[in-house]
């Protein structure tokens, strides 16, 4: 994407022509997202967007007998609060910081009064949203098809490349509900890419030491989904 006006590190704001940008500044507002706050529950009216500038967020999916699933996650590259583009003022999802840090932060009603211009945003948005899909439907063939293993090491790299950073403050309970699956299988997987010395697990955190190996370790899912990415 090009840089234009703005110096913010969200991909979307930062594609904004000057004049798009210049009527969004006034109404966007700094923010810090804590570990584990949730920003919307399923079926929860969307009142503020969310553009991460360095904030992790996940979007996950509850059943009715308590798991969770992850189905999306949205860093640097996007925004949340994508259903009020639609005209659908409710979340279809829980959303939930999965890595602290900063974000911008506007009116949903704003956002979709600048939306219904048709102008460079509504094109981005537009776009982002294609992505998303792409990615959601990738999403569902990799949870149906791969292996544990195969698809922690997708994660894994997915969550550095939204983070850029090598480190994640990651529990084996955290992931298994971000993935869908036992805690013991979790474990056996990060034991597996531990031994092969792609990743350090310690502590609650977990430390990505060779990236080339553990794309050798990933799904094919991986690479399909950064193809359908901003990034």
């Known amino acids: 994407m090009p840089q234009n006006y703005s110096r913010s590190p969200n991909q979307l704001l930062r594609a904004l022509p000057k004049d798009e940008y210049r009527r969004l500044e006034p109404h966007l507002t700094p923010t810090s997202l804590a570990t584990g706050t949730i920003l919307y529950q399923a079926t929860e009216k969307i009142e503020t967007v969310y553009f991460p500038n360095s904030a992790l967020i996940s979007s996950t999916y509850s059943l009715s ?19 009020v583009i639609f005209g659908n003022n409710y979340s279809y999802h829980r959303i939930l910081v999965l890595v602290e840090d900063s974000a911008m932060k506007i009116s949903a009603e704003v956002l979709k009064r600048e939306f219904e211009r048709g102008n460079e945003l ?14 959601l439907l990738q999403l569902a ?91």
Request: hydrophobic share 40%; net charge positive.
């Open 122 to 135: 509504q094109r981005l948005l537009l776009m982002y949203a294609d992505t998303r899909l792409k990615q």
């Open 141 to 231: 063939a990799c949870n149906r098809h791969h292996t544990i293993e195969e698809r922690l090491a997708r994660w894994l790299l997915t969550i550095q490349d939204l983070t850029q950073s090598k480190q994640v403050p990651l529990t084996h309970e955290f992931i298994s509900n971000m993935l869908g699956v036992r805690r013991s299988g979790v474990t056996l997987a990060a034991g597996s890419l531990q031994q092969a010395r792609c990743i350090n697990y310690a502590r609650g955190k977990i430390t990505i030491l060779n990236r080339e190996s553990l794309k050798d370790k990933a799904c094919e899912c991986y690479q399909l989904l950064r193809k359908n990415s901003f990034l």
């Open 65 to 83: 007998h308590g798991s969770t699933v992850e189905i999306g996650l949205i860093g640097f590259t996007g925004m949340v609060g994508l259903p």
